[in-house]
């Protein structure tokens, strides 16, 4: 029952295999990779792509004023895209994404059994997740260089801690002879003199 279990090439959500047509992208959650298809990187990355033309939105590109997001959830549409035919001023109906109008919606359908071909807008989708899939593995490259900058500064740091031990004993060690040395050439000064 748990699809986790099951295959690696599996979504972690959905438990969909890895087909020809069906992707199956590696996507960074909570510090963790996971692996969803298509539909499922979409379902989890509402309010970064317009779930109608399913460009992503690039950070601030978008003004507040051509945007508008779901009642329900946080999807973000772009508002030419749901209401082509108001202006910005205009006021709109309240808008729902296509998954909470359906609950069984999703935004990948298979490719046509005999022809093999996609349509436009499984193409635009899987374009969407392969390109939400990149950035969030990109944030994870960054996070996995932030902590080993990170582990070089402590490393850095225990190596200078070490040093100056090292030479914080090589002192002692020198003084130590130093007066034992005195000490020698005082007491045998002494001797010699006695
Ligand atoms: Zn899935
Ligand atoms: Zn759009
Ligand atoms: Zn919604």
Redesign the pocket.
Same mark, same amino acid.
């Given at each position: 029952m748990n699809s986790r279990q099951a295959s690696p090439s599996n #979504?972690?959500? *959905?438990?969909?295999t890895q087909t020809l047509s069906l992707t199956?992208h590696n996507i960074r959650h909570r510090a963790h990779i996971r692996r969803? #298809?298509?539909? *499922?990187?979409l379902?989890q990355h509402p309010g970064l792509f317009c779930p109608i033309c399913f460009d992503l939105h690039e950070d601030s590109l978008l003004a507040p004023h051509h945007r508008l997001m779901c009642v329900r959830c946080p999807s973000i549409a772009h508002r030419s895209c749901v209401f082509p035919s108001t202006t910005s001023a205009e006021s709109t109906p309240p808008f729902f994404c296509p998954i909470c109008l359906d609950g069984n919606f999703i935004f990948f359908s298979p490719p046509d059994r005999k022809t093999g071909a996609v349509d436009v807008q499984s193409a635009k989708v899987l374009v969407a997740a392969a390109r939400i899939a990149a950035l969030s593995m990109s944030k994870a490259a960054a996070a996995a260089r932030f902590d080993a900058e990170r582990r070089a500064r402590e490393a850095a740091v225990a190596r200078k801690r070490a040093k100056e031990a090292l030479e914080h004993l090589a002192e002692i060690l020198a003084r130590e002879q130093d007066e034992e040395l005195n000490g020698d050439v005082s007491a045998g000064g002494r001797r010699r003199g006695a």
């Open positions: #979504c972690d959500i *959905c438990g969909a199956i969803y #298809c298509t539909n *499922c990187v379902k």
